[in-house]
């Protein structure tokens, strides 16, 4: 008897695999299929004949297997295989293959992803700014990342900073207590809070919830608020601090290629770029400006076509973009910014901070946490154990629908707390221990729903 392999799904001519495949096939997941491929794959299981195997070709031992070389995937954590080396494993990222010493694809491939930083340009120090009083500006949340960026700019760099936050209903205590926390104790950052209108913004959540069944907006509406603010200030640097585990996920989530962590440093591909904006009379760009262009411009506009015909979009910034549409009043002052940006070059350049780099090599979460503790006044939320997005009372929330629309395959996007908590441990940012039990108590990694989505549909159904 022989079966599809399991994670593998027949849609119209393509067979799809839902999961992480293994170091040299590791994006490889669409085989192209002729007629005759299709008609066979579609009477399995069943028994096949040596014509209806021919016909099959490559993909037998492979997509088409027997029933004693059927894969199952595991229910719980404890049903799950780990990776040898890292807490990845088959439950939390359903389809995760393993080599033959026992790696995921990521430990597979740590040397060669190990200079992959950031999709924007890397900086890590900054003049003062002689045309602002603002030499860098933040997204503030509270959280752990984006407090240790605002220490790291405003104590270690001595920098004025503007620090943006924007008031989600589902702010946790613990973020409001370090956001005052760190009003208290730095004086030479300026804070600013922006509060969507509830009516607008359930229209925004009730779209987002149809589309991705969360309502997780950020940074992207965020950034949606605050750009007229930096433009307006002539802020230099927008200044983001994701931690090394983040965005490195967008590269094992095939959201962003190899290509796009070093464009920021491509002469050729700038040069380029330059070349149009000064053909139609623009400034040419200073390093970062592209990106905050860019990004900017797809959230008020949408995707460029070209970018969804690469195979490299982002399902959770395309679904922010639709659903901001529920409200285009929203992005008028945006699209205003953007083009009195564009034509003045007064584009605050979008940069990323090198978490390792400035902590000596290692972004280690219990030494952060110990440090904005002390520094800043942070406060740790009530698991204090946890070390992931710690600024949102339901973040679980949207790690429970991630996972479960790609464990079902609703969705081909790998859940990205999975990666991040993964590629954490294996980079040592935190023990395979500590990672393991936040990874049991703290992360919303269930087949049940969990109690936090009833905080949700109550804010966007009231």
């Not at 070349?275 to 460029?304: C, E, V, W």
């Not at 339901?394 to 859940?415: A, L, T, V």
């Not at 703290?442 to 159904?461: D, H, T």
């Amino acid at each position: 008897m022989y079966y599809l392999q399991n994670r593998w799904r027949l849609e119209n001519k393509i067979l799809h695999y839902y999961g992480l495949r293994n170091k040299p096939v590791m994006f490889k997941n669409k085989v192209k299929l002729n007629r005759a491929q299709i008609d066979v794959i579609k009477k399995l299981p069943c028994e096949l004949s040596d014509a209806e195997l021919k016909k099959l070709n490559g993909l037998v031992g492979g997509q088409i297997v027997d029933g004693g070389h059927l894969k199952v995937t595991p229910k719980s954590l404890d049903e799950a295989r780990f990776c040898k080396n890292c807490i990845a494993n088959d439950f939390i990222i359903a389809g995760l293959e393993f080599d033959e010493n026992g790696l995921c694809p990521m430990c597979q491939t740590a040397e060669e992803t190990k200079n992959l930083k950031s999709v924007v340009p890397v900086k890590n120090t900054f003049k003062r700014s002689k045309k602002s009083r603002f030499d860098v500006a933040v997204f503030y949340t509270g959280g752990k990342d984006s407090t240790y960026l605002l220490y790291y700019l405003s104590k270690v760099l001595s920098l004025r900073v503007l620090a943006l936050t924007w008031e989600i209903p589902y702010m946790s205590d613990s973020a409001k207590s370090s956001i005052e926390g760190a009003k208290r104790t730095l004086p030479n950052v300026e804070f600013i809070s922006r509060k969507v209108a509830d009516c607008d913004l359930k229209k925004i959540y009730n779209h987002l919830y149809e589309r991705a069944e969360n309502t997780c907006a950020c940074p992207s509406l965020a950034y949606v608020l605050f750009y007229p603010e930096l433009v307006a200030n002539k802020v230099p640097y927008f200044v983001a601090g994701n931690e090394p585990a983040q965005l490195l996920g967008l590269y094992y989530n095939h959201m962003a290629p190899k290509l796009a962590y070093s464009f920021g440093n491509n002469k050729f591909l700038n040069l380029l770029v330059n070349i149009g904006r000064l053909i139609t009379l623009h400034p040419p760009l200073k390093s970062g400006q592209f990106h905050t262009l860019a990004t900017m411009k797809q959230l008020a506009y949408g995707d460029n076509p070209l970018k969804n015909l690469s195979g490299y979009s982002n399902p959770l910034v395309g679904n922010v973009v639709k659903a901001i549409k529920q409200v285009p009043q929203i992005v008028k002052p945006l699209r205003r910014a953007i083009r009195q940006s564009s034509w003045s070059g007064n584009i605050p350049a979008f940069v990323q901070v090198d978490f390792n780099d400035i902590c000596g090599g290692r972004y280690d979460w219990k030494e952060i946490k110990d440090t904005i503790v002390s520094e800043c006044g942070w406060v740790a939320p009530e698991d204090n154990g946890k070390g992931l997005h710690t600024s949102c009372k339901i973040e679980k929330c949207k790690e429970y629908s991630q996972f479960n629309r790609f464990y079902f395959m609703r969705s081909d996007m790998i859940p990205f707390s999975a990666l991040e908590i993964s590629l954490a441990s294996r980079d040592k940012a935190l023990p395979r221990e500590q990672a393991l039990a936040e990874l049991k108590s703290a992360l919303g990694f269930s087949l049940e729903e969990i109690p936090e989505c009833a905080i949700m549909k109550g804010y966007i159904q009231e």
